[in-house]
């Protein structure tokens, strides 16, 4: 708990009412909390503050502080993760080794990880430059549990992200289709010393070409675009699929000739209200209507 000279806690100067800490791994502590903080009347915003040990009460889990933080099939008696094997490396690798390869071009370069340096791929980054790398816990610059992330669970499902970050001014804000994608992005961030960028773990391209419907995807999720262009063919609808890359800066003008050239057009993307969709619909805000159409 952080505490300030006068002996006030940090956040109770925040206007916070705090209670803590308060042992995470017990139940029954934690139901009577929560209880308690319900029936405090006016009490407005709470902070509970939880401390919890990682992986309490399954040895294997308690012994690997970086493993097991995302839930595969894997042996109870061992705790060893049965993961299919892959002929392509993972997102995590291609990140790492893109990384070092623009760390071994420039020195002022260094890797802040999440508390997980083998997670993160960040342990590939360390063994060649152990000076540069630092855990911060959770900070990062390139997030890896954004949009829709499967086996790491509900809590990690990112859909904020993408709204948060562009509505900040000057910032860059990319998500990668692909591995290929991955790694330019990488040397794209590497490029760009005058104000922010972030990517999930260039410019627009046209992957399918139709006449029907467009489909702007952002993300990995352009690959299931991909897919439904072409299930779309079988009822005879011409789909063209783009890849944006770049939610900021977007191509406004690619934007408004999908538009134009197609009657329907979608964007796709693994986030909330206020991210992707948001920012395609603004080439379309105080501009006419194009070939007839509503924007």
């Known amino acids: 708990m952080m505490i300030n000279g006068l002996g006030a806690c940090f956040f109770e100067e925040l206007g916070l009412h705090y209670i803590g800490p308060a042992d995470g791994d017990n139940m029954e502590e934690l139901v009577h909390i929560m209880k308690v903080v319900k029936a405090i009347p006016g009490q407005g915003t709470v902070l509970i503050h939880v401390v919890t040990e990682k992986g309490k009460g399954y040895a294997p889990a308690e012994a690997a502080p970086d493993k097991m933080h995302g839930v595969v099939k894997f042996k109870p008696d061992s705790g060893k993760q049965l993961k299919p094997k892959s002929s392509t490396l993972s997102y995590t690798q291609y990140f790492a080794e893109s990384l070092i390869v623009e760390a071994e071009r420039d020195n002022k370069i260094v890797a802040i990880h999440a508390g997980m340096e083998g997670g993160t791929g960040f342990n590939l ?13 959770i900070a ?3 997030i890896d549990s954004a949009g829709l992330v499967g086996a790491d669970g509900l809590t990690h499902c990112n859909a904020f992200d993408t709204t948060l970050l562009a509505c900040l001014p000057n910032m860059v804000v990319m998500a990668p289709s692909c591995e290929r994608e991955l790694m330019n992005m990488v040397a794209t961030a590497a490029t760009i010393d ?9 410019k627009e391209r046209v992957l399918e070409e139709g006449t029907g419907v467009a489909i702007l995807g952002y993300g ?3 690959q299931s675009c991909v897919a439904a262009a072409r299930l779309l063919q ?3 609808i011409s789909a063209t699929v783009a890849d944006a890359g770049f939610c900021k800066p977007l191509d406004g003008e690619l934007i408004r000739q999908l538009a134009r050239e197609h009657e329907v057009l979608l964007s796709v993307e693994e986030g909330s209200v206020g991210g992707f969709g948001s920012h395609v619909h603004h080439p379309f805000l105080g501009h006419e209507r194009i070939a007839g159409r509503k924007p």
């Open 140 to 142: 990062e610059f390139a």
């Open 234 to 236: 079988r009822f005879g």
């Open 125 to 137: 980054f360390h063994k060649c430059f152990p000076d540069r790398c630092f855990d911060a816990e």
């Open 194 to 202: 005058d104000r922010p960028s972030y990517f999930r773990v260039g």
């Open 220 to 222: 990995k999720i352009v």
